[in-house]
């Protein structure tokens, strides 16, 4: 059984991740607007893209799309990944992919190690989600971040340690 304050804190990473991704779409939201209004390509006349949103069915429509998309947004959005590799024979390789794939260490726990983005466009390009966890799980590690990130590294490491093979 998963002790309490494990199931706690994954429901607040979900709520987080999902909230942030609310965010994000609303900042686009906003922004496609006022893309069309400095274009003069918008439909509506100044002012109105809120009742055009509010009053018709196809904006409700809309943000019940985004309202959805955001809460399932961490269920497609991060992933785990299990390499088969030794992290004590391994970790230059482990260490080279996320390297090359824009990480860089920082912070190492028994069994845990903790890589963040080295940059600040890494970071803003996942939306402060920059972390990947690696962590020794039976005869190999598992990758647990965002998706695209940890399926990069996935894809790097795999190919370091066939080529050393």
């Not at 998963?2 to 994000?24: F, G, N």
């Not at 260490?95 to 860089?104: I, L, N, Q, V």
């Amino acid at each position: 059984m998963i002790p309490e304050s494990v199931t706690i804190a994954v429901m607040k990473t979900y709520l987080r991740r999902s909230v942030k991704y609310l965010l994000w779409l609303i900042i686009l939201l906003v922004a496609l607007f006022a893309l069309m209004r400095l274009t003069g390509t918008s439909g509506v006349a100044p002012g109105d893209e809120l009742k055009m949103i509010f009053g018709s069915t196809r904006g409700q429509l809309m943000l019940v799309v985004i309202v959805v998309l955001a809460a399932l947004y961490p269920r497609f959005g991060f992933v785990r990944r299990f390499v088969v590799a030794d992290p004590e024979r391994d970790m230059e390789a482990i260490e080279k992919a996320m390297d090359r794939t824009g990480f860089r260490l920082a912070e190492t726990h028994p069994d845990e190690w903790v890589f963040v983005a080295d940059s600040l466009w890494g970071r803003v390009k996942t939306l402060g989600e920059d972390r990947i966890v690696v962590r020794r799980e039976g005869t190999g590690i598992v990758l647990d971040g965002i998706r695209r990130e940890v399926v990069r590294v996935e894809f790097r490491l795999t190919g370091y340690l066939a080529s050393r093979e």
